[in-house]
């Protein structure tokens, strides 16, 4: 591609994202009552699919759509998907794996929201309008909430599931259900990132990659779980057993 195209395709791509990118209002989760589904193993080998589908709205994370597609695994994790929250990294090994819009229309998924606000997460998703020249909607998370988190993380960044539960336990549900989050504690489950199964391989790949910290984020999250302590939270019985066990 010539320096002109590559320009133009820029152009273009600001253009697209001035008029498509918008911020996601937490009000359209007001009594709600939200299902958070990570990668984790402790998702699999439940038969909570159709417990899962009943939800107003079931949130995944990154490549979740290639799995529902598959349906694989409907009777552990259900069939719906609401809010895809992505990291817009399209990195098959490390990042959230294809925007395929296409896909995403396909499993009537009506929010995909990039989790990291400010120039960088708006940066990720320049980079998807100038590739696809799309006028697709995306959102970004109210730059608040990361504001408030990012100081607790030092040189690191919070992960996609992470930012997505962070978002979901400060916002004004009904009821809150979240599993398949083990803080990397046990492996993912089938299909997610294989690769990576291995607690040890996986513990090894993200101390080498130096942009997430698993031990942060589980004491983030605790904190979290005490200053919402008032709301209706439930989690699977995995991640119950790693907090009594911590």
Same mark, same amino acid.
């Given at each position: 591609?010539? #320096?002109?195209?590559?320009?133009? *395709?820029?152009?273009? =791509?600001?253009?697209?994202?001035?008029? %498509? @990118?918008k911020?996601f209002?937490?009000?359209?989760?007001?009594n709600k009552?939200?299902?958070?589904?990570?990668?984790?193993?402790?998702?699999?080998?439940?038969?909570?699919?159709?417990?899962?589908?009943?939800?107003?709205?079931i949130?995944?994370?990154?490549?979740?759509?290639?799995?529902i597609?598959?349906?694989r695994?409907?009777?552990?994790?259900?069939?719906r998907?609401d809010?895809? #929250?992505?990291s817009?990294?399209? *990195?098959e090994?490390? =990042?959230?794996?294809?925007?395929?819009? %296409? @896909?995403f229309?396909?499993?009537?998924?009506?929010?995909?929201?990039?989790?990291?606000?400010?120039?960088?997460?708006?940066?990720?998703?320049?980079?998807?309008?100038k590739?696809?020249?799309?006028?697709q909607?995306?959102?970004?998370l109210?730059?608040?909430?990361?504001?408030?988190?990012?100081?607790k993380f030092?040189?690191?960044?919070?992960?996609?599931?992470?930012?997505?539960?962070? #978002?979901?336990?400060?916002?004004?549900?009904?009821?809150l259900?979240?599993?398949?989050?083990?803080?990397?504690?046990?492996a993912?489950g089938d299909?997610?990132r294989?690769?990576?199964?291995?607690?040890?391989?996986n513990?090894n790949?993200?101390?080498?990659?130096k942009?997430?910290?698993p031990?942060?984020?589980?004491r983030?999250?605790?904190?979290?779980?005490?200053?919402?302590?008032y709301k209706?939270?439930?989690?699977?019985?995995?991640?119950v057993a790693?907090?009594n066990?911590?």
């Amino acid at each position: 591609m010539t #320096f002109i195209n590559k320009l133009g *395709n820029a152009v273009i =791509g600001l253009l697209l994202m001035s008029r %498509n @990118l918008k911020i996601f209002d937490s009000s359209v989760l007001t009594n709600k009552r939200i299902a958070v589904v990570g990668p984790a193993s402790s998702a699999y080998n439940t038969n909570n699919g159709k417990y899962i589908d009943g939800f107003d709205f079931i949130v995944r994370i990154n490549k979740a759509p290639d799995i529902i597609k598959s349906g694989r695994f409907q009777n552990d994790i259900g069939t719906r998907t609401d809010i895809l #929250f992505h990291s817009f990294f399209e *990195n098959e090994f490390s =990042g959230g794996g294809p925007l395929n819009f %296409n @896909l995403f229309n396909e499993l009537e998924i009506k929010y995909v929201i990039n989790p990291i606000p400010g120039y960088f997460g708006r940066r990720t998703v320049f980079n998807f309008y100038k590739k696809y020249l799309k006028a697709q909607t995306t959102y970004l998370l109210p730059k608040k909430d990361y504001d408030e988190i990012k100081p607790k993380f030092g040189a690191f960044r919070p992960t996609t599931g992470f930012s997505a539960l962070q #978002f979901l336990m400060n916002s004004n549900f009904k009821e809150l259900y979240i599993t398949g989050f083990t803080f990397f504690k046990t492996a993912y489950g089938d299909g997610y990132r294989d690769e990576l199964k291995d607690v040890k391989i996986n513990t090894n790949f993200i101390a080498s990659e130096k942009q997430h910290d698993p031990d942060i984020e589980f004491r983030e999250f605790k904190r979290l779980l005490q200053e919402n302590a008032y709301k209706n939270i439930r989690m699977d019985s995995e991640l119950v057993a790693i907090l009594n066990h911590d």
